[in-house]
């Protein structure tokens, strides 16, 4: 093997061990999060998350074609348990406290 395959083959094994996924917060319970990422998508516990909501529009001058949108970060979260193939639940991490978080805010694993 090369050491372009044998590096190939690094990455894939990282990116299923530690994938790079954006799901959603579907609810909150105090300082626990319940969130639309699990199983099918490699989340596994203690996986740390980003929290974060999209903020002010970002337009192209002239056009007004939306470019997307500047996130604001709210915090982090570490799973503490997949609850199925489809969602699992987090509690927040200081700073972020249980009023800084709402349904539909972002999650992405850290």
Known sequence: LSLR???????????????LVEGLVVKTEGKHVILNLGGKHL???????????EGEKIEEPGTGKVLGFLPQRLGEARV???LG???SRAILL?????????????AMTK
């Open 5 to 19: 395959e044998l590096m190939e083959g690094i990455a894939w094994k990282f990116k299923q061990r530690l994938p």
């Open 43 to 53: 989340i596994k516990k203690n996986m740390k998350l980003i929290l974060f909501r």
């Open 80 to 82: 503490v348990a997949v």
């Open 85 to 87: 193939e489809d969602y």
């Open 94 to 106: 200081p700073p972020a406290t249980p009023a800084s978080v709402k349904e539909s805010d972002k």
